[in-house]
């Protein structure tokens, strides 16, 4: 394979971002305003899926730490992001819902946050699964969030069940 074969492979997967960074921004203005004020920014969809949250006015509490319910947003977003992907970006369709979320808050977030979601492939595998049973399934899947400068410091663990139904064709 070409050197020029992995540059444009590159630039496609530089657009995905750019497009996926926009169709977040915008469905979130209009539907999931305070996740439009904590700007995220997607930062990698494969093979790990990571999310970065800064640390901002919005999302800062008065100990100047992020507000539990911002970290929870970024975790909710990184589980969510594959499915995100193929939703806005391949158009498959399918709802998602969150089913449950346990969190272990280590140490408070004085820094801009990255969360991490490694099983991007299982839960792409859960979105094939209930297309071919065209039945609603659901799966817990873990997840890290840590400092952006120092990727050692982690601030949370959590673990999220999603629930995925496919639609029905019209």
Known sequence: ???????????????NLFKLNFYIQATSFFRIPLLFFCCPKVLSLSPTAKVKLPLQWMSKNHYRSMYFGA??????????????????????????????????????????VIFEFEDVKDILDLLTECELTHKRRHRSFKGKAYSEKSPDLVFMTFEITISVKPLEPV
């Open 1 to 15: 394979m070409s050197p020029s074969f992995f540059k444009l492979k590159i630039q496609q997967l530089k657009l």
């Open 71 to 112: 970290l929870c947003m970024g975790a909710e977003l990184s589980v969510a992001l594959p499915l995100l992907n193929e939703l806005f970006i391949n158009k498959r369709k399918f709802n998602f819902i969150f089913k449950d979320f346990k969190a272990e808050f280590i140490k408070r977030a004085e820094d801009h």
